[in-house]
């Protein structure tokens, strides 16, 4: 029981102007206390003030036997503007209470009581105030406000306008530009910069962008910023349209020293045509000094985006210029296509236009007459002349369908008949005449050229004849007459599709999207078959010619004509995507986004780790400790994997992306612990996650600057850069399985890439290592050896190269691989271009390579779909062994990519070598099995003798050719 002369005190968290409560730690209660026991004016008691006081039991009425303040006293003024505080507006007021909207995280409405109010309790619907939120403790779903005022009464502008950077509220904006004039905010501002220090850091630079981003509407002044940020990231706030003017010259200083994409920001930034002018100089001036035009293309796409905005009335003689230079260094089609969209040139000659396109694509054509009417005479002119010199009598040769092709555009846009068509036609025969009317041209009397040639035509002809009577709304009788005749069947149209050479130029397609003809497309051939008998099973044509094909644009076709996954090339497929039409390329998209969805939700069960660091806090409750790992992300979404391997349901978080499930399990941002509390299978909260959030953000800006120092010093610190998006996980998973099949020791050949390899393909960052290493992986078949070729370093990922060779050829095989590796620059996509027949078969045999494998990364299922690929060129046969000398080799592969290669150089030079040390059959031996069996030590240092040989001479050469 306390002792009535003890003093107490406490806070005052309730008063109504007549009594109050006091939230006492040391009783550990609220008391009690009213106006008539003040020792100082009731109308200075304010929500937060610290009293002293006694205390007195109440000896009757409801509240008998609790404790009353009595001889209260004034000891610390409190203040509400030192508590958390949120800006909402007032609805559903009613007398004694209201809410306040305000989004929370849980979507709980947040109860006003007007008896809360403080300042002034005249509100009404629809105004603004700023209040504290707190937890009914008799309903935990519920919040109340502990205190609330108008909002006229606060005059803390940064407060309000971070209140109106989370809501964007228009009369929470309203407020602060009636209420503060620009220079207070701006004074302000400026505090908060000098608080910051100099801007010179990403992690600076986002808090700055946070700040500018609440200005209600309101842009920071350029010199004010100047004071206080670093150029780059100053730079950076004019493309972010942070800030809408700029000082030209530090503009253009930090022009010269940045990427392309920095470049067309900036340009695009820039508002005179003599600033703009000045910079395309300076860019174009990079370009010439690299040579950028014969090996940047994208780059040089870049600059012709900004050229092409150019001005086209001014610096006439900087466009010439430029116009010169493109001519010169950029292809015919490019040119031509820069032209008809009006980037780059002014004028194209009719002569260069049309030597350099291809009369055969009717949207091509379509598109030049539409473009320049004067083209449409000279196209012309061109048909009559290729019409009147070619007469091809081969209906299934290319060129006979090239010219059936331009016969038909003659036709159709420019003369419906002319002299020249007439006797062009006219000196064909009957049979050839019904070819080019199957395809398409006007004839007067087809039925005549039926009934004569109808049975001439091969079996894909047929159809089409077919298909055109039923066009022309022939008389049915007929058509069924020419049916009986026909000799269409699955075995003829099966035999006739795979051995047609498909390419661009055969025949009319049905666009994919319209249903209309409007491009060529290999795919026709499929869709006349589905139109003139729906019994024939064009799928299981489509999927032998898919499996038999090595053109990739024609399987991408045939994937989006088919809609089936199983056609579906993740990786080589976005090769060809520029190639497609634009509604081909449309359906792609939809068809791939439909693709990775799917695959999203297979991660959901399969990729996301079960977190199974937590704690039990009983009653359903838990608080994991997470990772990146152990999280699915959607926009703005996220989902917890639970210990027992379900999921919790979804929890709004603004920020998150589906690029987060990409993150390797070895950056140190999946290291992160995430604390998130679960109850009944709900997130409740999640902390150490917005940390995450700002690091990428942080990365983000460091990427956008583009400055050196920043990437080098995160090559130095070991981080790995957020844009690689290489799975390692894959690569660890790919290596460790190779290594169980491995018949060699318990670990991989090693070989290092050529130097020039190494560096073309690797970060620039990386570009001084020396180390780049592959491992080649002998694995025993049923026959023979198959040598893989994987990474197991930590540069760039590539594609798995297989190869196969006899048993007793396998120490051979290795080392030409190892060669090969080691001192060809191309050899990936040499052997990605290998045919079957030529010096580039010839090349790939003498390797005894076999195929290519990829890795589908961002696929959930990749391991299993890159082994099922890896077993299946296990399965192709052996190449024959090749007893061609390693100089013969090289000579070849000199011959085939113009690269120069030592063995060449010498010979060009009137060095030689002994021929005989570098022919591979005298290494092995004559006798063939038993010697390579005997000698496999022997051949290692043969080879070691050759490339020291080689790389002896280099030196010589280079030595010889620098003096």
């Not at 008809?340 to 002569?351: F, R, V, W, Y």
């Not at 050229?449 to 004849?465: E, G, N, P, T």
């Not at 997470?626 to 210990?643: G, V």
């Not at 290092?752 to 020396?770: I, W």
């Amino acid at each position: 029981m306390p002792d009535k002369d003890q003093f107490f005190s406490g806070e005052v968290i309730y008063w109504n102007k007549s009594f109050g409560f006091i939230d006492c730690e040391e009783l550990d209660d609220n008391i009690f206390f009213h106006k008539s026991a003040l020792n100082f004016s009731a109308s200075n008691v304010f929500l937060f003030d610290t009293l002293s006081f006694r205390v007195q039991k109440v000896t009757h009425g409801k509240h008998k036997g609790s404790y009353r303040a009595i001889d209260v006293h004034l000891l610390k003024k409190g203040s509400v503007f030192e508590h958390e505080r949120y800006v909402g507006v007032v609805e559903r007021l009613k007398v004694r209470s209201g809410y306040i909207d305000y989004p929370t995280k849980e979507g709980e409405e947040i109860l006003l009581f007007r008896t809360r109010l403080i300042f002034d309790d005249n509100i009404s619907n629809g105004d603004l105030v700023v209040f504290n939120p707190v937890v009914n403790e008799k309903n935990r779903d519920q919040l109340f406000a502990f205190f609330a005022y108008p909002i006229a009464f606060e005059s803390d502008v940064q407060f309000l306008m971070k209140q109106y950077q989370l809501q964007r509220l228009p009369q929470l904006r309203q407020f602060i530009l009636d209420q503060f004039s620009k220079e207070e905010v701006w004074t302000q501002i400026e505090i908060e910069l000098i608080e910051m220090g100099e801007v010179d850091s990403s992690e600076q630079y986002l808090r700055l962008k946070k700040l500018l981003k609440g200005l209600s509407g309101l842009v920071a002044p350029f010199s004010l910023l100047k004071k206080y940020v670093s150029t780059p990231f100053l730079v950076l706030l004019l493309t972010e349209k942070l800030i809408d003017t700029y000082e030209f010259d530090l503009v253009y200083d930090h022009f010269l020293n940045v990427r392309y994409k920095v470049k067309e920001n900036l340009f695009a930034c820039v508002s005179k045509e003599t600033e703009k002018l000045k910079l395309l100089e300076a860019w174009l001036k990079g370009l010439s000094d690299r040579d950028a035009f014969a090996n940047r293309p994208t780059e040089v796409n870049s600059f012709i985006r900004c050229f092409g905005r150019l001005d086209k009335q001014t610096a006439k003689e900087f466009r010439d210029r430029v116009q010169a230079i493109a001519l010169e260094k950029l292809s015919p089609a490019d040119n031509i296509k820069r032209w008809i969209k009006g980037e780059l040139h002014d004028e194209l000659s009719t002569d260069y236009v049309l030597s350099n396109t291809n009369l055969c694509d009717e949207l091509k054509v379509k598109e030049l007459c539409s473009h320049r009417s004067r083209l449409k005479e000279g196209i012309l002119l061109r048909y009559e002349q290729e019409l009147s010199k070619n007469k091809l009598h081969n209906p299934q040769s290319e060129q006979f369908l090239r010219l059936a092709k331009m016969l038909l555009n003659y036709q159709k846009y420019f003369a419906p008949s002319s002299a020249v068509i007439d006797d062009y036609f006219g000196g064909f025969s009957t049979e050839i005449q019904l070819y080019f009317w199957c395809l398409g041209y006007e004839v007067d009397q087809f039925e005549d050229l039926i009934k004569v040639s109808f049975v001439q035509l091969d079996a894909y002809f047929q159809l089409r004849c077919l298909l055109r009577m039923k066009e022309k709304q022939v008389d049915q009788a007929f058509i069924s007459s020419c049916k009986a005749k026909a000799s269409i069947n699955q075995t003829s149209l099966q035999d006739l599709f795979l051995s047609r050479e498909w390419s661009e130029e055969i025949l009319y397609a049905v666009d994919i999207e319209q249903n209309k003809a409007v491009q060529i497309n290999t795919l026709s051939f499929i869709q006349d078959v589905i139109d003139c008998d729906e019994r024939f099973d064009w799928r299981a044509l489509l999927e032998q010619l898919y499996y038999s094909t090595d053109d990739i644009l024609l399987k991408a076709r045939i994937w989006l004509f088919t809609e089936n996954e199983k056609y579906y090339d993740y990786i080589r497929f976005s090769w060809i995507f520029k190639k497609l039409g634009r509604n081909e390329q449309k359906k792609f998209k939809r068809l791939g986004d439909a693709i990775g969805k799917q695959d999203v939700e297979v991660r959901e069960v399969e990729g996301v780790k079960p977190c199974y660091h937590f704690k039990d806090q009983g009653d359903g409750r838990f608080l994991y400790e997470a990772s990146l790992l152990n999280i699915f992300f959607e926009n703005n979404l996220l989902r917890l994997r639970k210990h027992d391997g379900s999921y919790t349901t979804q929890f709004p978080y603004n920020g998150c992306s589906l690029g987060l499930n990409r993150v390797p399990a070895q950056h140190e941002l999946a290291k992160q612990v995430i604390n998130i509390k679960v109850a009944d299978g709900q997130i409740k909260k999640v902390e150490g996650l917005d940390q995450i959030l700002e690091a990428i953000e942080v990365a983000s800006i460091s990427n956008s600057l583009d400055q050196i120092s920043i990437h080098s010093k995160a090559s130095l610190n070991g981080e790995s850069s957020l844009a690689y998006v290489e799975d390692w996980d894959l690569r660890k998973v790919v290596v460790g399985y190779l290594n169980k099949l491995n018949s060699r020791n318990d670990a991989p050949e090693p070989v290092y890439v050529s130097e020039a390899e190494s560096e073309r393909f690797m970060e620039p960052s990386h570009q001084n290592r020396k180390d780049h290493k592959s491992g080649l992986f002998a694995i025993k078949l049923s026959q023979g050896f198959a040598i893989v070729w994987e990474n197991i370093d930590s540069s760039d990922n590539k594609a798995t190269k297989v190869f196969k060779c006899e048993d007793q050829y396998l120490e051979e095989y290795i080392e030409r691989i190892k060669y090969a590796i080691a001192n060809y620059t191309n050899l990936r996509s040499t052997l990605n271009r290998s045919h079957s027949e030529g010096p580039l078969a010839t090349f790939s045999g003498f390797h005894g390579y076999v195929g290519t494998v990829e890795k589908f990364r961002g696929r959930s299922n990749a391991f299993e779909l890159w082994r099922e690929k890896l077993e299946a060129s296990f399965l192709q046969p052996i190449p024959a062994y090749s007893d061609m000398s390693i100089d013969e080799i090289e000579e070849l592969y000199a011959d085939m990519i113009s690269v120069k290669l030592p063995a060449s150089s010498s010979r060009k030079q009137g060095f030689s070598l002994d021929s005989q040390l570098l022919k591979t059959k005298s290494i092995i031996g004559e006798s063939g099995v038993d010697s390579a069996t005997k000698g496999s030590g022997k051949k290692k240092e043969e080879y070691k003798k050759i490339s020291q040989a080689l790389s002896d001479l280099n030196n010589i050469l280079e030595g010889f050719f620098n003096s």
